[in-house]
């Protein structure tokens, strides 16, 4: 009983503050209202029993996906009325496009059953979770199994954050920079020089 | 009409499957979080008085025996002025901040170990939970920052969100050098595991970078720019001001106790005796975990007195280029070692 209202309570606020999302005025209140969402959609992990991922979804999602959301957000300077006023005029498109979405999905769905190859390539189900956590079982098949398109899809990602420093990246030829090798080498006889003054004559 | 009958046995299944697990857990809760508070409320006092002490000062001496009744006296000069919100804040999100704050310091709590079986929940991820707990403490900074509808609190919420998020990079790489060696993300088990003398003078730099990382995440001294208060106005707190500020404030010092917890967890052995003397061990296991705490957080207070701040840009130097680097080696590093004397945890029981 108590699992159907704890799962009732996540699944309520989930699908409440994914609406909150789209439909809040002030994109501030959407990024909130994402993080709630991904919170409750890691309380539903939990209960299902797949705690690794539920905090990995609280740490790759709210600590550091929503960070940066709400960073750019934040600092967006954005007129409201504005971008509200061309809403009646693209409304029909935005519908179609939904429509055309909607379609396909479906007509996709009804005809769509796994393929008994793809059936077979699937790796033995998960063990029983009294006897290994899910950690180690997610372990035991991410690193054996599929290793290498676990590997593919590292590179991938890394390639993608090269790209975009290489992108983003500009030599700016004013800015100051510390040079800290230049500051410890920097040695008290080469910026230094002590003059014996005799009273009654200048340094020069 | 039929007599209301009380049918004793659902009535005491009730009681028994629901009622019963929720008071003790509520029991438990109270007895970790009241003992808490107080250790935060009694560290500002230590804070002031060791500051003192570092300076040839009295510190606080005037309430109570030596001062001791000071931080009750603060409490309630806090509770007593007046909650100020800025005209244009954004008001549910401005109150919501530091409450928040203070919730996620607190939650953090339920997967430490204070002793051998005592914690509220022994869960399989712990270590994971605290990282993620941990990494949520930019949200309270952050939207204290924008919903205060100041350029100054603004820009504060952003230099320490921008922090935080730098340290954070490297306490996940020495949580996994830890894991290495345990093999294992429970708390307890990390405490209880045997590890090897070698593996702890491995671990010990891991253990340097995670206390200085500790210091940047709860933004302290040297690394306190949040707050920086002789050069820097406030920070994303500048607008706040009575319970709200103390919420901060109160965060903040629990974070620093729960910083000192898990290094305490992590690498001082927890709740066991100090250097494995067993004869230690009459003394009681919690005592043992607040007397480790205490000296990590001591340091904490000891550096505050030291060290003179960093300026922002080494700060974000220190975290990217020194600590990422670095830390992203050791791992590497503490790997290879562990593979090539085989004692990755499972290791001898798979060769």
Redesign the interface.
Known sequence: M?EAVFFYVFATVLVLSAIGVITAR?P??SV?FL?LAFFNAAGLFVMLGA??IA??M??VY???VA?LF??VV??LDINFAELRKGMMKHAPVGALVGFALLAEFTWMFKSWSPSSAALNGVAQPIPDQAAI???HALGEILYTQYVYLFQISGLILLVAMVGAITLTLRRRPDSRR?S?AGQISRRPEDVLKVEKITSGTGVF | MDSITFDTAFWLDIFNT?LWPLLLIVGKILLLVVPLIVAMAYLTYAERKVLAAMQLRQGPMMVGPFGLLQPLADGLKLLGKETIIPSGA?RF?FVMAPMLTFMLSLVAWAVIPVSDGWVIAN???GV??L??IS??G??GI??AG?ASNSRYA?LGG?RS?AQM?SY?VSIGLVLVTVLLTTGS?NLTTIVTQERPIWVDVLLFPMFVVFVISALAETNRAPFDLPEGESELVGGYNVEYSSMTFALFFLGEYMNMILMAAMTTVLFLGGWLPPFGIAALSVVPGFVWFAAKISFVLFVFLWTRATLPRYRY??LM?LGWKIFLPFTLLWVVVTAGVLLYNHALPGMSAAM
Do not use: C, K, P
Request: hydrophobic share 65%; charged share 10%.
């Open positions: 108590i002030n501030v209140h909130l993080i705690e690794f905090m990995i609280v740490i709210v600590g550091a960070v709400l960073f934040m600092m956590s899910n950690t510390q800290v | 629901y954004n999100v869960i399989n991820v994971l939970y990282f993620a990494s949520l930019v949200y952050l939207m924008w603004f952003l969100a998020v954070e993300l840009d080494q130097r």
